[in-house]
């Protein structure tokens, strides 16, 4: 991998004799002939900096050179901000954090049913940005952004994932309640609930029987002790939430004399 510390290689080949150096690329590297078919080499961390792919030969003191060889060095991908997306959103910036990078250096994402290319900006060697296309997000699901070059397609990704739509709350039945009253059934209005949904109360959530218009859950006596607004929510699997609107738990009455008879 790109960046890493000084790299120790085991060559194996015949016809190795003392004093052979590797040549990687254009730069000459002192070995240690351990027999005529062995020798190792440490290749500076200078020369793997960058991802790419890398020739390397053996030459032995008389300026005989053995057949050449490659050596692939893939970049590293540390973190990718967003993680994820709203099922049908539209196109997405995406900033991919790594080691290595190179003006060759490209981004896709992929999905359980294909690979969207993502036209990436070679920003440093460190960062990669680009746009997911709305086509990439239309489904829920995990997905993966990758790292690609020319050279290079392997196993350097992230986990991305699409989210279900965040749903909509409309009204709440009842909207408010006396502060001391028994659990009672609060039911949410809106539009797209889905399996899994919860009613959130404040930060709690609630247990909810759902529809795709409609979630009803049980808010229990304990959470009505005290007077004072209370944001509702609905919330599918994910990790963004509905809209809000306020509960209240009302102060209960005041007693007041207003006749007396006789």
């Known amino acids: 991998s790109a960046g890493g510390p000084d790299l120790v290689l ?4 015949t016809g190795i004799v003392a004093g052979a150096t590797v040549i990687w690329d254009s730069t000459p590297l002192s070995t240690t002939v351990v027999d005529a078919t062995t020798v190792t080499v440490t290749v500076p961390a200078a020369l793997t900096k960058l991802s790419g792919k890398n020739t390397f030969l053996l030459r032995n003191p008389d300026t005989s050179t053995s057949n050449t060889l490659e050596f692939d060095v893939q970049p590293v991908l540390t973190s990718i901000n967003p ?11 995406i900033t991919a954090i790594g080691i290595g990078f190179t003006t060759a250096s490209g981004l896709s994402l992929n999905t359980a049913t294909a690979q969207y290319p993502i036209a990436a900006t070679y920003v440093s060697s ?5 746009t997911i296309p709305a086509a990439a997000l239309a489904a829920t699901g995990s997905a993966a952004v990758q790292v690609t070059d020319s050279f290079y397609t392997g196993n350097v990704w992230l986990q991305f994932t699409i989210t279900p739509a965040a749903p909509t709350i409309t ?16 039911t949410v209005n809106g539009s797209g609930f889905l399996p899994g949904a919860a009613v959130q109360w404040n930060a709690a959530s609630l247990t909810t029987f759902y529809s795709a218009t409609q979630l009803v859950a049980t808010v229990p006596s304990s959470w009505l002790t005290t007077p004072g607004p209370v944001i509702i929510r609905a919330a599918n699997p994910g990790p963004v939430p509905s809209n809000s609107l306020t509960f209240t738990v009302a102060a209960p009455p005041v007693p007041a004399i207003t006749t007396v008879t006789p």
Request: no cysteine; proline share 6%; net charge neutral.
């Open 83 to 93: 993680t994820f997306a709203l099922a049908g959103s539209s196109s997405l910036p």
């Open 126 to 130: 460190t960062t990669l940005t680009g």
């Open 10 to 13: 085991t060559i194996g080949g």
């Open 171 to 186: 009204s709440l039945s009842p909207a408010s309640i006396v502060a001391g009253s028994a659990g009672f059934s609060l």
